[in-house]
């Protein structure tokens, strides 16, 4: 059996917290050691790549084995956050909630599908922590262009066929 995130293709539309999105492009994504992870671009219908990524209005939907799926919501760090300085055991204090350092590592984009905007290019490296707090996880990813952060929340493949289903799109009939 295929597992939904499998069937993405660009153009799927999704409902998520009443904005509609679509699916714009993907990106596959590796570590030095070998890890690998697929990640697809949410924008709202209403706007290109380029400015759901500048106006932080997009959404990433991630899957790595033994992680499931997550779907990823940028958020604004403190000001005073040194994420070069973050290593695995620290600690960091978001909206009130308490984050720890998990891994730190270095990735890059193999594929790149569709439009991802200039959020990447191929080969381009970026370092990362990963920081756990309970059931959500803080991912700080950063290169000479700047410093990106979201917040990721576990979420099952019956979500993207009821979001599917509510932006009235062909993903949740394939």
Not at 37 to 49: G, M, N, Q, Y
Not at 65 to 77: D, M, N, Q
Not at 95 to 110: G, I, L, N, P, T
Not at 143 to 151: E, M
């Amino acid at each position: 059996m295929v597992a939904p995130f499998d069937l993405l293709r660009v153009g799927d539309a999704f409902c998520i917290d009443d904005v509609e999105y679509a699916a714009v492009g993907s990106m596959t994504l590796r570590t030095a050691d070998g890890d690998e992870w697929r990640e697809w671009l949410l924008a709202p219908r209403d706007i290109a790549a380029e400015e759901a990524l500048r106006t932080d209005r997009h959404r990433w939907l991630s899957r790595e084995s033994g992680e499931g799926l997550r779907l990823w919501t940028p958020i604004a760090l403190p000001n005073d956050v040194d994420a070069t300085a973050l290593k695995p055991g620290h600690r960091l204090r978001y909206r009130d909630h308490d984050y720890r350092v998990e891994d730190r590592y270095r990735f890059h984009a193999s594929q790149i599908f569709g439009d991802v905007g200039s959020d990447a290019s191929l080969q381009e490296s970026f370092d990362a922590v990963d920081l756990r707090g309970g059931p959500q996880q803080l991912s700080i990813e950063w290169n000479a262009r700047g410093v990106d952060a979201t917040l990721g929340r576990q979420v099952g493949g019956h979500e993207l066929l009821r979001w599917s289903r509510e932006a009235g799109g062909a993903f949740a009939i394939r």
